[in-house]
């Protein structure tokens, strides 16, 4: 089981959602906050899409 796991908010902009792909990217798991339930899902679909 993976312990590390990480909070990221206003994943909306780039700079949010880049962070997000490498800690994905790095094994963790990643919880994502935004303001836009649409932009955190496409975040979240991309941060997932980069690691399989």
Do not use: P, Q, W
Not at 33 to 52: C, D, F, G, R, Y
């Amino acid at each position: 089981m993976n312990d590390k796991v990480c909070l990221i908010t206003g994943v909306c902009d780039a700079t949010g959602a880049s962070v997000a792909r490498r800690f994905a990217r790095d094994g963790y798991r990643v919880a994502l906050l935004a303001e836009n339930a649409v932009k955190s899902m496409s975040s979240a679909m991309n941060a997932h899409a980069s690691i399989t």
